[in-house]
């Protein structure tokens, strides 16, 4: 899949977001990935989860792990293209932990997921946490970085779109110095 075709994708469904926003790192952006938009058909999800498992396919993935809410359907179709068992991770008492008797068996080889990756701390925390449960991470996969790259996530990482977006210290944030409300369209509280 070429990156032209998954911006099509991404712009068709209303994804692709412009403003003052509150990203779940903390940090404030004038553009931000609604992947809720693009998740919604699941044409578009499995035709982009396709193209991540495809990436990893041979590898020997036999589980696949996303953090909960963004990463739960990507790890379901992810997991389905890959003939895996697809987990969620969800956090507890400020940790992401497997919960619901998700378990992985000592060195299973495990692909962890996520819908968008800025600062990479989502991902960082699932990946701690599948090597806490006995795992052992293979990658991670992520549709959209926002990184620019600089996400550091110490595992081979595949992304679809690389969309590297300004985002600024709520301090440093010249949309808040203009006195534009910022919006927090995420799923987390901060």
């Given at each position: 899949?070429?990156?032209d075709?998954v911006?099509?994708?991404?712009?068709?469904?209303?994804?692709l977001?412009?403003?003052?926003?509150?990203?779940t790192s903390?940090?404030?952006?004038?553009r931000?990935?609604?992947?809720?938009?693009?998740?919604?058909?699941?044409?578009?999800?499995?035709?982009?989860?396709?193209?991540?498992?495809?990436?990893f396919?041979?590898?020997?993935i036999?589980?696949?792990v996303?953090?909960a809410?963004?990463?739960?359907l990507?790890?379901?179709?992810?997991?389905?293209?890959?003939s895996?068992?697809?987990?969620f991770?969800?956090?507890?008492?400020g940790?992401?932990?497997l919960r619901?008797?998700?378990?992985?068996?000592?060195?299973?080889?495990?692909l962890?997921?996520?819908?968008?990756?800025?600062t990479?701390?989502?991902v960082?925390?699932?990946?701690e946490a599948?090597?806490?449960?006995?795992?052992?991470v293979?990658?991670?996969?992520?549709?959209?970085?926002?990184?620019?790259?600089?996400?550091?996530?110490?595992v081979?990482?595949e992304?679809?779109?690389?969309?590297?977006a300004?985002?600024?210290?709520?301090?440093e944030?010249?949309?808040?110095?203009?006195?534009?409300?910022?919006?927090k369209p995420g799923?987390?509280?901060?």
């Amino acid at each position: 899949m070429e990156k032209d075709q998954v911006i099509k994708i991404f712009e068709e469904t209303g994804a692709l977001l412009s403003g003052h926003f509150l990203l779940t790192s903390g940090r404030h952006s004038d553009r931000y990935i609604q992947c809720a938009m693009v998740l919604q058909h699941p044409g578009h999800c499995g035709e982009l989860c396709r193209e991540l498992a495809s990436r990893f396919a041979g590898d020997g993935i036999t589980a696949v792990v996303g953090p909960a809410t963004g990463g739960i359907l990507i790890s379901y179709e992810v997991a389905r293209h890959l003939s895996a068992r697809s987990l969620f991770a969800e956090r507890e008492n400020g940790r992401m932990t497997l919960r619901r008797g998700f378990q992985l068996d000592p060195g299973e080889r495990v692909l962890v997921v996520e819908d968008v990756t800025t600062t990479g701390g989502s991902v960082k925390a699932v990946i701690e946490a599948v090597r806490e449960a006995g795992g052992e991470v293979a990658g991670a996969a992520v549709l959209v970085d926002r990184s620019g790259g600089q996400a550091a996530l110490g595992v081979r990482t595949e992304s679809l779109l690389e969309i590297p977006a300004v985002s600024y210290l709520p301090e440093e944030c010249p949309l808040c110095r203009q006195g534009i409300p910022f919006v927090k369209p995420g799923s987390r509280k901060i």
